[in-house]
């Protein structure tokens, strides 16, 4: 079985990228955007992160957390979330068929991928790289030609904070190569 190894620094920045079991298109669902938002704030009233960006797209969703200083334990916020989701859904009747045996064994529901990706945000400007991917990501997967016209991302929030220009998003993120964010 393969070892997985994540960098776990305390008090780090993290680029995130979480996708639906067999990426079916369902993270934009009323329901399920209601049960992720419920989700978040449960686990953030026990384990606390700052959301520095979010972008949720029909069957991924790429987020950028700071942890408090001292914690490092991204691993079992995202495992807590991705289960309340799972158990939300499931009451409302949207538990998706076509799991394994393994998930069934281990009593997985069929809503996430198991596991995520992350990486390590190291500095400013690899800060804002990733910013700018994630907000750029709804155009990238052709859902809409403008960042702005995303209902479902973190962006209008950093529009209001005078982050970004309302019109970014243009040839702001021409060049930026797949391979060095890991989708």
Not at 17 to 23: E, G, S
Not at 126 to 149: E, I, S, T, W
Not at 162 to 173: E, K, L, N
């Amino acid at each position: 079985m393969p070892e997985y190894h994540r960098v776990k620094i305390s008090g780090g920045t993290y680029f995130f990228t979480v996708v639906a079991f067999k990426r079916q298109p369902v993270l934009t669902r009323e329901e399920v955007r209601r049960a992720l938002r419920e989700g978040i704030e449960k686990v953030r009233h026990s384990l606390p992160f700052l959301i520095e960006a979010w972008v949720l797209l029909p069957d991924h969703l790429h987020a950028i957390w700071t942890l408090p200083k001292g914690d490092d334990k991204f691993q079992t916020r995202w495992a807590l979330i991705k289960s309340s989701v799972s158990r939300h859904c499931k009451q409302i009747g949207e538990d998706w068929q076509g799991g394994s045996e393994s998930r069934k064994k281990r009593h997985e529901s069929n809503f996430w991928q198991r596991r995520f990706w992350e990486h390590y945000i190291r500095d400013d400007k690899d800060f804002q790289r990733h910013m700018d991917y994630l907000h750029y990501n709804p155009v990238k997967h052709g859902y809409v030609r403008r960042v702005a016209d995303w209902p479902f991302s973190s962006f209008h929030r950093l529009v209001a904070q005078d982050v970004y220009p309302r019109g970014w998003g243009g040839t702001a993120c021409e060049g930026m190569k797949e391979e060095e964010f890991g989708e």
